[in-house]
Nanobody, 122 residues
């Protein structure tokens, strides 16, 4: 599966952004699609994930209640709606495809997109 992220940018604290992860590839394999982020000098951090059917979602504690992940199978896209952005949310955001394993562990993911930069200013 191939993944392409888009939608990053520069916003002020309290504002919103919506990231997109377009996926394409092997239809016979079902994947969990997860969002992670990585700030300079830090490890890649789990943000949220959604199952292949778009029904089951899971969030990191740091974003629960502010971010919403959704999946549109007709359009082959996973969205991450980010509301109430904080300066601590500044990072490169990556989407990844997971064939099996714990959703929150980056090493379990089989492939990644190129990332999109999100910068939140005060």
């Amino acid at each position: 599966v191939q993944l392409v992220e888009s939608g990053g940018g520069l916003v002020q604290a309290g504002e919103s952004l919506r990231l997109s992860c377009e996926y394409s590839g092997r239809a016979e394999t079902t994947y969990v699609i997860g969002w992670f982020r990585q700030a300079p000098g830090k490890e890649r951090e789990y943000v949220a994930a959604v199952d292949w059917n778009g029904i089951i979602t899971e969030y990191a504690d740091s974003v629960r209640g502010r971010f919403i992940i959704s999946k549109n199978n007709a359009k082959n896209v996973v969205l991450l709606q980010m509301n109430g952005l904080e300066t601590e949310d500044t990072a490169v955001y990556y989407c990844g495809a997971l064939a099996g394993g714990t959703w929150r562990i980056a090493a379990n993911y089989d492939t990644w997109g190129q990332g999109t930069q999100v910068t939140v200013s005060t």
